[in-house]
């Protein structure tokens, strides 16, 4: 698939370097424009609908960070292109998708793109998607303990999963909720085994009840009640992972 895209970089070399790299060896990146500062970026990602945008840290007016804090919304990948490793963990903390450092590595280049790209086909193999019903019921039941003893509900039936503190709401397709003494990190331990996904660390839900699935730097999921739950920018692949 196509990956549309801009170059963020203050240095002209090092923008051509990178734009003859993609074009030779990353035929499926379409490079649509460059910047060379955070204010042509902005204007760049607000006047395109991008898939990856690749980001030097250090640029005159502001940084890398500054870029994206700018931006908020973010509905696209992002590659850090830098001299300096030492920006590694904000990287991370800012999800990009791959860090590379200069000078570039074609091998690692072609590595990163072809991560953004099964991203991209995973999305698109989900965006818009309604999925068939259910035609068998995912076996397994799960207990929730009550005053005088417990309940026993299929996971089939459980919608999603909401934490609350020291509790969890449990959402069922009947329109019935129940409140439950016990974290949601134990309700993911406990349905481990089952079609569930963390998506955020709010939520937990039932991945047969996804009905669409809404582009964004995490996104967001449509369930088949019509509730739709964002997806954490760190929980995306694990999610998607479903839908191969």
């Given at each position: ?24 060896y990353c035929p499926n990146v379409q490079v649509l424009g460059e910047a060379e500062n955070v204010e042509e970026a902005l204007i760049l990602i607000r006047n395109n609908e991008l898939d990856l945008v ?23 990948e992002t590659i850090f292109v830098t001299a300096y490793n030492h920006y590694a963990m904000d990287a991370l903390n800012a999800h990009a998708s791959y860090y590379l450092m200069k000078p570039i590595s ?139």
């Amino acid at each position: 698939m196509k990956l549309k895209a801009i170059i963020v970089e203050d240095e002209h070399t090092s923008r051509d370097i990178l734009k003859n790299y993609l074009t030779r060896y990353c035929p499926n990146v379409q490079v649509l424009g460059e910047a060379e500062n955070v204010e042509e970026a902005l204007i760049l990602i607000r006047n395109n609908e991008l898939d990856l945008v690749f980001l030097d840290v250090e640029m005159p007016y502001g940084n890398a960070f500054d870029l994206l804090e700018k931006v908020g919304d973010i509905n696209f990948e992002t590659i850090f292109v830098t001299a300096y490793n030492h920006y590694a963990m904000d990287a991370l903390n800012a999800h990009a998708s791959y860090y590379l450092m200069k000078p570039i590595s074609i091998d690692e280049l072609i590595k990163a793109v072809d991560y953004v790209t099964e991203i991209k086909q995973k999305e698109s193999a989900l965006q818009d998607q309604v999925l068939v019903p259910k035609i068998q019921v995912i076996s397994g039941k799960i207990t929730i303990p009550q005053q005088d003893g417990f309940e026993v509900i299929n996971t089939a039936d459980i919608l999603y999963c909401k934490a609350d503190d020291n509790y969890t709401e449990i959402y069922l397709n009947n329109e019935k909720k129940k409140l439950v003494s016990k974290t949601l990190k134990y309700f993911e331990d406990a349905l481990m085994d089952s079609h569930f996904s963390r998506v955020h660390k709010s939520y937990l839900v039932n991945v047969n009840e996804i009905v669409k699935y809404v582009k964004g730097k995490g996104g967001s999921v449509v369930l088949s009640n019509g509730k739709q739950v964002s997806v954490s920018a760190s929980r995306k692949a694990e999610l998607l992972a479903f839908f191969k």
